[in-house]
């Protein structure tokens, strides 16, 4: 990527508080018109990194880049960016037009532009005609889509979202998402969306960033995340996974559960131990005869679009996706075609992975 | 019994509460200087009141000072409480500790100690000791009241002014004051009432040559009451009365 892309770049980010390292050595770049998720679990780090963004908090040490000039020590106001609070933050003694209008009367902009700005934006969010409104007097999803308007109006270069859709309810919340990528595309302005939900993340996002403890463990774009994971942690954190220990015989033949399966990874050391990563939907029920696993099906859940079945084979419980159901107690034969099967470093230390949501 | 028991006792706790003040009101408007006899219906202590010049200087003293220190106590204490609000939460905690325990000390002890305060640090007694007591024991009135309102705001509503562009003091003005508004009124009314109630504080922080109302009446109890005290109480009490129910409607209001 060509550093004149880059609208913020962050370059060796740590905070620390008190005795703790929050950030630990951050490396993360956004460019012009990214829509960047920063995933993880809470206490990751990805809010802190946002308030460092924003100007809320400095970090003890590295630099914030923003369009080649360092902002580091900036304050909050004299930044190209606004952001969506968790809770919205609207002003309570303020009216929706007035709650929007903040920051163009701090821009000083005369009165006939601000009235057209305004009524632009809730044109935008949806909300026309609610401008006498006061803001107690709305829902969760108004107040939402407020916080947008009001931060939207200003023009930012770069818009933060910290978990925006956190306290909507789920509906509301996937079509909001909807909302702010269509958003996004047609005002061509950089999004930083922080969220602790995979689902959203892969929805929404250009680049995922996922992080842990306080360091990025991955960024890539969400079908390389999901595809190829570089590390168990991530490939548990994001979709559904059976992660199996390996060891690698050589290139492109690894071997768990007693036997060799051909795959396209290569690049490990000979008999080096592996994580072995084969998602739920990439094993296919097969006859006993043609199969490369045969085992016994321990049980079956319909989850609407396909069936779970955890099917015991090689002393392993897999998980497995179908639309075909094969019933509980039965003998099944499983398989997985080598691009499927996917090879993974062993993370140094074994800690357990963050849950999904 | 029990019924005849509960009938009696609220009115009998109200009786004793009121009707040393109901005496008072009533002897204002007696037209004799006995306090033993009723002569009739007079405004007569009301007009010599208002006619006396040490009484009007002292209703003087009184309303300006009450409206000093609560302009003064409610600018510091708003202040402070944000300042308060801001910090960590055991400095916070310390501090709200501190600011409180000059409301639980006796008025006689503040008293005595501002007046040793300003003995040692040579400041002569008068209107501007009197002042500065009164703003003194004002200020942990308006803390108290402004405090629960910044608990109660977003505490993410000030960085989302400085996020729209606001430099911190016009957050302070945008966004702080209006939200906690209804809080520095109650705690402005409270120190006026507080103001024009004290007499303790006002007694060892002033000199006799500049009394208040109450300090007044004190003095001139020792001479013998007067019956243009009777008035002069009778109109403190109205105007008090007046006051705290502007108060507590406040107050009551904003819990809603």
Known sequence: MEVSNRLIDLQNITKIYGETEVLSDINLYIRKNEFLTLLGPSGCGKTTTLRIIGGFEYPTKGRVIFDGKDITNDPPYKRRVNTVFQKYALFPHLNVYDNIAFGLRIAKMDKKQIALKVGKMLELVNLQGYEKRSVDSLSGGQQQRIAIARALVNEPEVLLLDEPLAALDLKLRKGMQLELKRMQQALGITFVFVTHDQE????????????????????????????????????????????????????????????????????????????????????????????????????????????????????FEWKV????????????????????????????????????? | ?????????????????????????????????????????????????????????????????????????????????????????????????????????????????????????????????????????????????????????????????????ATPSYALRHVILPSIFPGITTGALLSFTLSLDDFTISYFTTSPLVQNLSTLIYSEARKGIKPTMNALSALMFVALLILLLVVNRRTSADHK
């Open chain 1, 321 to 357: 996706h179908s639309t075909v159901m094969a019933p509980e107690g039965s003998q099944v034969g499983l398989s997985v075609i080598p691009f499927d099967i996917h090879i993974m470093r062993v993370e140094k230390e074994e800690s357990d992975p963050g849950g999904e949501e």
């Open chain 2, 1 to 165: 019994m029990k019924k005849w028991v509960r009938g009696i006792y609220l009115p009998l706790i109200l009786l004793f509460l009121y009707l040393p003040i109901v005496v008072l009101i009533v002897q204002s408007f007696n037209a004799g200087v006995s306090r033993a006899r009723w002569e009739g219906f007079s405004l007569r202590w009301y007009k010599e009141l208002f006619a006396s010049p040490q009484i009007m200087r002292a209703l003087y003293v009184t309303l300006s000072i009450a409206v000093l220190a609560s302009i003064f106590a409610t600018i510091l204490g708003t202040l402070a409480a944000i300042g308060i609000n801001s910090m960590g939460k055991k400095a916070s905690s310390a501090m709200l500790t501190l600011t409180n325990i000059p409301m639980t000390m006796p008025d006689i002890v503040t008293g005595i100690s501002l007046m040793l305060l300003f003995i040692f640090t040579k400041v002569s007694r008068g209107y501007f000791t009197m002042l500065l007591a009164h703003v003194t024991f004002n200020t942990p009135y308006v803390i108290l009241s402004v405090m629960p309102k910044l608990r109660e705001m977003n505490k993410y509503s000030y960085e989302a002014a400085l996020d729209l562009g």
């Open chain 1, 200 to 315: 959203e993340a892969l929805t929404m996002s250009d680049t995922i960033a996922v992080m842990r403890d306080g360091k990025i463990h991955q960024i890539d774009t969400p079908k390389h995340i999901y595809d190829e994971p570089k590390s168990a942690y991530i490939a548990n954190f994001i979709g559904e996974s059976n992660i199996i220990r390996g060891t690698m015989i050589q290139d492109e033949l690894v071997h768990f559960c007693g036997q060799d399966f051909v795959c396209v990874d290569s690049g490990f050391d000979k008999n080096e131990e592996v994580d072995v990563l084969i998602r739920p939907e990439d094993l296919h029920i097969v006859g006993t005869d043609v199969a490369q696993l045969t085992g016994l099906v321990k049980s079956v859940l319909f989850k609407g679009v396909h069936y779970e079945m955890i099917i015991e084979a090689g002393g």
